[in-house]
């Protein structure tokens, strides 16, 4: 597909390897996970014992312990301190996205969630205090869901009583605790995130071709008539003024959507770097009573603006593939991520008058390979002394530092996420009981700022979980989280058969096991279109009263994906370039991951018709009056009028996304088919964009 694919793919593969993640050392045989070895400098344990948070211990239970750390590593976590209401956020984030409620679209600001919903001032003090104390860095936002921690494994093995070591996760090998790390019961801690790093159970939802011979792939002029994307067009409608945010999986090159935009003779968006800021704890005045103290801290965070990404012209290319062994460098090996040209190059395209941002953490900092100890002089920088080492890391291990970050600034009124990873592994260490958790706590705040959010529901149907070992996906079902979350729109995908100008040549179907390439392969064959029922999210009010047929199970109680689909099959696919300014050519790719950033795009054009309207905007309060809150539930209430549904979504029929045991032909049972109506493998079918502006404003759209 590309000139650069075969390099740009071993470059890729060092990457995933060595994330966060050293392969240099503590070698060794495989061995059993082992229960106990705490550090050498185990915290003080008061009189209450030790504390129980939550840390991520289950996505360990699959994964082989190696050896101990042979020298120190740069780490970064996410500390959730108990929150004064975190059921009353997730209640008002449902009632301000849901018509007919008295709080519909009465959106909060980011220090109003803090100030009614967040940990108190009390609270994170007492957690950032205790962290300070070794040396962490910390620092939080002003919806106080969470303290972002920056250290060495040396300054955290101190903090928490728990040495750490290496894990293999099937090709992974990643670092993590060895046994259960503890603090006093007295700090008022609910959870460490990022504790076990996520690189090896989330993946994006980015499908290439296994072939060469599917061209440049669709325009984004054919996506925009088969979507109806053209009628808002010539209504004015481009997304102006309307913020649209990507949540990054790795850096991209500025370059390529001007180039895009070039090479496809189309407007395109101004793409916007927005790095993760969360602000300094001043240490000093954590005593004050009453407040959380920002300001200039000791030590700092250690987050700053990303550096640029590698280009094939520079030598440090060549660098970033002959090293295959330790942690990457990113200022030395920072590889442009496909992921994050896919999104920023569908939705600038589709949605050309948006301001768009990208979120993109990166945080960097020095520290004696020897003892661990951080240079409080030296963090945010991009190169250190001589005898200390860079510790850095970026993109989607951090992807929920950039969620915060997006919370906090609250400048996009849309965002698109096209990452996630199995219910029973990934999500399980992000949501706790009853759907509870900092995934949960997180989403439920950007609806209450009235936020929409279109995440990716997966490219291996209803078996998003799989063994590392074996390669074997589970006998039970097992779908993608964030995209079973309440407080999200989970976009599936279809095949989009359409002619040289994107007239639809036949019928919409599902992107699954009958279409070319449907799946991504992880099985040794084709699935698509990620959909089923979840076993952590219970089912929204909105959802709640959904009957299925023709052969999917029902809700029963839990939340159902997808809800929306787009465009995701890669025999369809819309074109998508890396390193366009440099020579590199573009080619049809697939998986939902291109489905929700066309869905993003296409909200966001919703939102400027609204912002633009004389009625739309009644009711609501707050600066972002024209917001919409989740879509979600407003999908359903207009899918549940018969002639509006008709009129508004095109109801895909056709098309299946079971999985087969590898070498048989026996499919996991009771899911899951298109019906007509809403179901499991595209939800309530592809909605049509005019036709959906005129339902949600009550204008018409030609």
């Known amino acids: 597909m590309f000139r ?3 390099i740009r793919t071993a470059a890729a593969a060092l990457i995933a390897a060595s994330l966060l993640a050293a392969c240099g050392g503590g070698g060794g045989a495989g061995s059993p996970l082992p229960t106990s070895n705490t550090g050498g400098n185990i915290p003080p344990v008061g009189s209450t014992g030790p504390s129980s948070f939550r840390w991520g211990q289950r996505m360990l239970q699959q994964a082989t312990y190696i050896g101990p750390l042979t020298k120190p590593v740069a780490l970064a976590m996410l500390a959730q301190p108990q929150l004064q209401n975190e059921a009353g956020l997730l209640t008002y984030a449902q009632q301000a996205s849901t018509p007919g409620n008295p709080n519909y679209r009465h959106f909060l600001t980011p220090q109003q969630i803090g100030q009614l919903y967040g940990a108190s001032p009390v609270n994170q003090a007492k957690v950032a205090t205790y962290f300070q104390q070794y040396g962490i860095g910390v620092g939080t936002w002003p919806q106080n869901l969470v303290l972002s921690l920056v250290g060495s494994s040396t300054q955290f093995t101190a903090a928490l009583g728990v040495k750490f070591g290496y894990y293999q996760y099937g090709k992974e090998r990643f670092i993590a605790p060895i046994g259960a790390p503890h603090v006093d019961a007295s700090i008022p801690l609910a959870a460490l995130n990022a504790l076990v790093p996520i690189a090896s159970q989330v993946h994006n939802y980015l499908i290439r071709p296994s072939t060469a011979s599917f061209g440049p792939g669709l325009s984004p002029q054919q996506v925009a008539r088969a979507f109806d994307f053209t009628g808002a067009y010539n209504a004015g409608l481009n997304g102006n003024g309307i913020g649209l945010g990507i949540i990054g999986t790795g850096p991209i090159d500025p370059n390529d ?4 935009g070039a090479a496809f003779h189309t407007r395109v968006a101004t793409v916007s770097l927005i790095p993760t800021s969360p602000l300094f704890v001043n240490p000093t005045a954590l005593n004050v009573p009453g407040t959380f103290p920002y300001g200039p801290g000791f030590p700092a965070t250690g987050f700053t603006l990303p550096p640029p990404d590698t280009t094939p012209l ?12 330790g942690n990457p460098n990113f200022q030395s090996c920072n590889l442009e991520d496909g992921e994050a040209q896919l999104d920023t190059e569908t939705t600038a395209s589709l949605a050309p008058g948006v301001n768009e941002n990208f979120y993109l953490a990166y945080y960097s900092f020095c520290y004696n390979s020897g003892t661990g100890a951080v240079d409080t002089a030296n963090v945010g920088v991009t190169s250190c002394p001589t005898g200390e080492t860079l510790g850095d890391a970026e993109g989607i291990t951090l992807a929920d530092f950039e969620i915060q970050q997006a919370i906090a600034d609250n400048r996009s009124d849309v965002l698109s996420l096209s990452y996630g990873g199995g219910e029973t592994d990934f999500g399980a260490a992000y949501v706790g009981p009853g759907g509870t958790g900092l995934g949960p706590s ?6 209450a700022e009235g936020i929409a959010v279109f995440v990716a529901s997966g490219d ?6 799989v063994d590392p070992i074996t390669g074997l996906y589970p006998t039970s079902p097992c779908v993608s989280y964030p995209a079973t979350d309440a407080n999200v729109v989970a976009v599936g995908g279809v095949n989009l058969p359409v002619d040289s100008a994107g007239n639809l040549l036949g019928l919409i179907t599902a992107w699954a096991d009958q279409t070319t390439l449907g799946g991504n392969g992880t099985w040794g064959n084709n699935i698509g279109s990620g959909g089923g029922v979840s076993v952590l999210i219970p089912a929204p009010a909105w959802q709640a009263g959904l009957t299925l047929t023709g052969g999917n199970p029902q809700l029963g109680g839990f939340r159902g994906i997808p809800d929306v689909s787009m465009d995701a099959d890669p025999l369809t696919g819309q074109g998508m370039g890396e390193y366009i300014a440099y020579g590199g050519q573009i080619g049809a790719v697939g998986g939902t991951s291109m489905a929700a950033p066309q869905a993003a795009a296409q909200w966001a054009l919703v939102l400027q018709a609204c912002k633009q309207s004389a009625t739309c905007g009644n009711g609501s309060t ?4 024209y917001r919409l809150g989740n879509p979600a539930p407003l999908f359903y209430q207009i899918a ?3 002639a509006n549904y008709a009129s508004v979504f095109k109801d895909v029929q056709y098309g299946e996304n079971q999985a087969n045991q590898n070498g048989s032909l026996a499919p996991i049972t009771g899911c899951c088919f298109s019906t007509p109506g809403y179901d499991l493998v595209t939800g309530l079918g592809v909605p049509m964009t005019g036709r959906l502006i005129t339902a949600v404003t009550q204008t ?3």
């Open 4 to 6: 650069m694919q075969r």
């Open 257 to 260: 959507v001007p180039y895009y």
């Open 314 to 325: 520079s030598p440090n290319f060549q660098t970033c593939i002959a090293n295959g062994s």
């Open 442 to 447: 997180e989403f439920a705040a950007l609806a």
């Open 460 to 465: 291996n149907g209803n078996a998003d979980c």
């Open 622 to 625: 707050g600066p972002y009056s």
């Open 640 to 642: 549940a009028a018969r």
């Open 700 to 702: 018409p759209v030609n």
